[in-house]
């Protein structure tokens, strides 16, 4: 792959145009580009296909013609990709899609900027895909796509088991004794193992039982959510409830806007129950091996005390971002200090520490959580910024982030069109083009929020604008951090509530505390690490061994296309929060079972 050429956001100065709303027929441009674009389709006439392309435009493919995710900049590459991939696809029967939400529509973000967005389904050889097109206009009166976002939805021939596709089998017997049956795996061979039965491993459990794949969840706790219910006890989910529903059976309309762990982890538990998902619950996966000439897997695992062998095709591991090893630094004079060192995952109340001094170390999310937590418990406790922090407020910032001026509908709202589409909409803008338009985006949300950070920064917190000064979302793809959703703890920071050391690092220990850099001494009872989590990988090459994990490549951080670089894929890993879990899994689910009916062809990387 060849660098990211510089993308320019296509206004109406750039493109040489001007544009009165009122003479544009949305619905008029859409049918006339779609239908020029599906004849040139049908001929597999690449340069005609391009005609209805801005030359500087995307075409971002979510696994619909690449089997693969894959982001094409400008006419000389997707020319490639058309020449290559266009005959092989067989693309047919493009349908332009006029549901409420879906529908074309003029939009106009800024003043300067205005597209046609518009929705169509498709066929290809081996599935259903749909596609999210931008159109802008041009000095020859004409609309081209600037943004194309194809995203396979389903298998030809397979689709999932739903709706008028659900089991009608009326069971004899018991419901309890069918269900232990299924779930001992004594009479049939999973053909997906999955490590780990947290949302991400549930949810794609889910998808792949129905679409008729054999899933087994091994999952070392007792319970289901456990993972939750250890963390500390005020965690919260930060994330709306809009945007983190799961897949086929999302919250119901009581559940909070702000989900607390501990009522995840019971959800959890009832999801699994409610979709007859498998799981061997305190089970460990003891030793796995891929026997190449089987092409399977021979996995021994420990259920209960007793051990089983297994003969999957196919293992996902869904052990998560904490499936990692935690960070904690490791300094100088370390082993003198008489205090106590802990890592974030092992903090669970600020009860615990009543008339100590605490030190924590980061300030991005759970940086912000326990030290809330230990101000609310009151102790003395001082955050130690090392970088800067995006802030956003959950009140104006948030829903300005997922507001209407890119999509028509609010994304992940009360009265937005639902996750699914949510997911599409979100997606639909290469890498690229996002971090144009949200760098326009992020100045509206720190003017939102402007008189929180000057406050933050009045006292000498470090509130960042991102990434290319792109906000938060950069960040979480190639950090998985580095932000903060204000739900209160940034005014006790402000006010000096809560203590703050900034710009600094920790040089050395003391026995009572510890050195800054610049020489600033603290003295400290306890010193948590909120530093995140490093490498799964490390985790995974114990059980798989350093020769196959070394295979798998970086799971996150993007590639010179702006697409991430490992997860969701055949042959990565699988960590996400709920909502990525949620869209993510369906193309995972999708690959394998594409692999088992043989419709899978290998990925084009070209």
Same mark, same amino acid.
């Given at each position: 792959?060849?660098?990211?050429?510089? @993308?320019?956001?296509?206004?109406?100065?750039?493109?040489?145009?001007?544009?009165?709303?009122?003479?544009?027929?949305?619905?008029?441009?859409?049918?006339?580009?779609?239908?020029?674009?599906?004849?040139?389709?049908?001929?597999?006439?690449?340069?005609?296909?391009?005609?209805?392309?801005?030359?500087?435009?995307?075409?971002?493919?979510?696994?619909?013609?690449?089997?693969?995710?894959?982001?094409?900049?400008?006419?000389?590459?997707?020319?490639?990709?058309?020449?290559?991939?266009?005959?092989?696809?067989?693309?047919?029967?493009?349908?332009?899609?006029?549901?409420?939400?879906?529908?074309?529509?003029?939009?106009?973000?800024?003043?300067?900027?205005?597209?046609?967005?518009?929705?169509?389904?498709?066929?290809?050889?081996?599935?259903? #895909?749909?596609?999210?097109?931008?159109?802008?206009?041009?000095?020859?009166?004409?609309?081209?796509?600037?943004?194309?976002?194809?995203?396979?939805?389903?298998?030809?021939?397979?689709?999932?088991?739903?709706?008028? $596709?659900?089991?009608?089998?009326?069971?004899?017997?018991?419901?309890?004794?069918?269900?232990? @049956?299924?779930?001992?795996?004594?009479?049939?061979?999973?053909?997906?193992?999955?490590?780990?039965?947290?949302?991400?491993?549930?949810?794609?459990?889910?998808?792949?039982?129905?679409?008729?794949?054999?899933?087994?969840?091994?999952?070392?706790?007792? !319970?289901?959510?456990?993972?939750?219910?250890?963390?500390?006890?005020?965690?919260?989910?930060?994330?709306?409830?809009?945007?983190?529903?799961?897949?086929?059976?999302?919250?119901?309309?009581?559940?909070?806007?702000?989900?607390?762990?501990?009522?995840?982890?019971?959800?959890?538990?009832?999801?699994?129950?409610?979709?007859?998902?498998?799981?061997?619950?305190?089970?460990?996966?003891?030793?796995?091996?891929?026997?190449?000439?089987?092409?399977?897997?021979?996995?021994?695992?420990?259920?209960?005390?007793?051990?089983?062998?297994?003969?999957?095709? $196919?293992?996902?591991?869904?052990?998560?971002?904490?499936?990692?090893?935690?960070?904690?630094?490791?300094?100088?004079?370390?082993?003198?200090?008489?205090?106590?060192?802990?890592?974030?995952?092992?903090?669970?109340?600020?009860?615990?520490?009543?008339?100590?001094?605490?030190?924590?170390?980061?300030?991005?999310?759970?940086?912000?959580?326990?030290? #809330?937590?230990?101000?609310?418990?009151?102790?003395?406790?001082?955050?130690?910024?090392?970088?800067?922090?995006?802030?956003?407020?959950?009140?104006?910032?948030?829903?300005?982030?997922?507001?209407? !001026?890119?999509?028509?509908?609010?994304?992940?709202?009360?009265?937005?069109?639902?996750?699914?589409?949510?997911?599409?909409?979100?997606?639909?803008?290469?890498?690229?083009?996002?971090?144009?338009? $949200?760098?326009?985006?992020?100045?509206?949300?720190?003017?939102?929020?402007?008189?929180?950070?000057?406050?933050?920064?009045?006292?000498?917190?470090?509130?960042?604008?991102?990434?290319?000064?792109?906000?938060?979302?950069?960040?979480?793809?190639?950090?998985?951090?580095?932000?903060?959703?204000?739900?209160?703890?940034?005014?006790?920071? #402000?006010?000096?509530?809560?203590?703050?050391?900034?710009?600094?690092?920790? !040089?050395?220990?003391?026995?009572?505390?510890?050195?800054?850099?610049?020489?600033?001494?603290?003295?400290?009872?306890?010193?948590?690490?909120?530093?995140?989590?490093?490498?799964?990988?490390?985790?995974?090459?114990?059980?798989?061994?350093?020769?196959?994990?070394?295979?798998?490549?970086?799971?996150?951080?993007?590639?010179?296309?702006?697409?991430?670089?490992?997860?969701?894929?055949?042959?990565?890993?699988?960590?996400?929060?709920?909502?990525?879990?949620?869209? $993510?899994?369906?193309?995972?689910?999708?690959?394998?079972?594409?692999?088992?009916?043989?419709?899978?062809?290998?990925?084009?990387?070209?």
């Amino acid at each position: 792959m060849t660098t990211r050429p510089e @993308a320019i956001l296509p206004t109406l100065d750039v493109l040489g145009v001007s544009l009165d709303p009122s003479t544009i027929d949305a619905k008029k441009i859409a049918q006339g580009w779609l239908q020029g674009f599906a004849n040139a389709i049908s001929g597999a006439n690449v340069d005609d296909v391009l005609g209805f392309i801005a030359t500087d435009g995307f075409w971002r493919d979510f696994f619909a013609l690449t089997w693969e995710m894959r982001t094409f900049h400008g006419h000389h590459r997707i020319r490639t990709f058309l020449t290559d991939r266009l005959a092989f696809n067989k693309i047919s029967n493009l349908q332009l899609s006029e549901k409420p939400t879906e529908a074309p529509v003029l939009l106009r973000p800024y003043e300067d900027l205005a597209w046609v967005q518009l929705t169509f389904t498709f066929n290809t050889a081996f599935g259903i #895909a749909s596609a999210i097109v931008r159109l802008i206009p041009s000095k020859d009166d004409e609309w081209r796509a600037y943004s194309i976002f194809t995203n396979l939805e389903e298998l030809q021939g397979h689709p999932p088991k739903l709706g008028p $596709h659900r089991d009608a089998t009326h069971f004899s017997g018991t419901w309890t004794s069918i269900r232990k @049956a299924a779930t001992d795996f004594k009479d049939e061979e999973p053909a997906v193992v999955i490590i780990g039965a947290g949302q991400t491993g549930l949810g794609l459990a889910a998808r792949l039982k129905y679409l008729g794949v054999p899933t087994l969840l091994i999952e070392k706790e007792p !319970r289901i959510g456990n993972q939750w219910r250890g963390r500390y006890e005020s965690l919260c989910l930060h994330d709306t409830v809009w945007y983190d529903h799961m897949p086929y059976i999302p919250f119901p309309s009581t559940w909070p806007v702000y989900t607390p762990s501990e009522k995840l982890a019971d959800w959890l538990e009832s999801y699994a129950i409610s979709l007859d998902l498998d799981v061997w619950l305190s089970s460990n996966v003891l030793a796995a091996d891929w026997i190449d000439e089987k092409k399977q897997w021979t996995i021994k695992v420990s259920r209960s005390g007793e051990e089983r062998i297994l003969h999957p095709r $196919h293992v996902i591991s869904a052990i998560g971002l904490a499936g990692g090893v935690p960070n904690i630094l490791s300094l100088p004079d370390q082993d003198i200090f008489k205090g106590t060192i802990i890592h974030s995952s092992a903090f669970k109340t600020g009860r615990d520490f009543v008339g100590k001094k605490v030190l924590v170390v980061g300030a991005c999310t759970s940086g912000h959580d326990v030290s #809330a937590d230990l101000h609310a418990a009151g102790v003395d406790v001082t955050m130690l910024q090392r970088n800067s922090t995006f802030v956003m407020s959950t009140d104006k910032g948030v829903p300005i982030f997922y507001k209407a !001026r890119l999509t028509i509908v609010d994304m992940y709202t009360e009265d937005g069109p639902g996750p699914d589409r949510g997911d599409r909409l979100f997606d639909s803008y290469p890498f690229a083009f996002f971090e144009l338009m $949200h760098q326009r985006i992020t100045k509206d949300i720190r003017s939102a929020d402007k008189d929180i950070i000057d406050a933050l920064e009045k006292v000498g917190f470090r509130v960042s604008a991102g990434i290319n000064n792109a906000g938060f979302w950069p960040g979480v793809l190639q950090r998985g951090g580095g932000f903060y959703h204000n739900t209160g703890t940034s005014a006790l920071i #402000a006010s000096g509530a809560i203590k703050l050391v900034s710009g600094k690092e920790i !040089r050395k220990y003391t026995e009572t505390g510890v050195v800054f850099t610049d020489g600033q001494t603290i003295n400290c009872d306890v010193v948590v690490y909120a530093t995140g989590f490093g490498d799964f990988r490390v985790e995974l090459a114990k059980l798989f061994g350093k020769e196959v994990t070394d295979k798998l490549g970086p799971m996150w951080g993007l590639n010179e296309e702006g697409e991430v670089n490992g997860v969701w894929r055949i042959k990565s890993g699988y960590p996400a929060n709920l909502a990525l879990s949620r869209f $993510h899994s369906g193309h995972m689910a999708l690959q394998i079972k594409a692999m088992e009916v043989g419709l899978y062809s290998e990925p084009y990387l070209k």
